[in-house]
């Protein structure tokens, strides 16, 4: 991913709460945004993305590790707005 690809996603709470997406990765896919996974659980990191502001929740705690100031789309959830860095579908 080139880090100039990468743009401010907003997320409103009420909207991912509307979408039925079960995980921050679902709601993302379903609004066209590119984010490289593998495992969709949290073991691998590989969904590893820059939270800027905003709050997430774990259902199940993740394995892989996570970096104060980012948050693994794959398995979490928002509970406040979110603004991430996120790369749109070309």
């Known amino acids: ?13 009420t909207e991912y709460q509307a979408s039925g997406c079960n995980t921050l990765l679902e709601y993302l896919e379903s ?6 996974y ?12 820059e939270l800027i ?4 929740e774990y259902p199940k705690e993740p394995l892989a ?4 100031g980012e948050i693994l789309p794959c398995c ?4 406040a707005d979110l603004t991430i860095k996120a790369e749109p579908k070309k």
């Open 76 to 79: 979490c959830r928002p509970t």
């Open 1 to 13: 991913m080139k880090k100039d690809a990468l743009i401010q996603c907003l997320i409103q709470y």
């Open 65 to 68: 590790f996570v970096r104060r």
């Open 31 to 36: 609004r066209q945004y590119q984010v490289h």
């Open 53 to 56: 502001s905003g709050q997430v």
């Open 38 to 49: 593998h495992c969709r659980d949290g073991y691998c990191g590989a969904c590893r993305t």
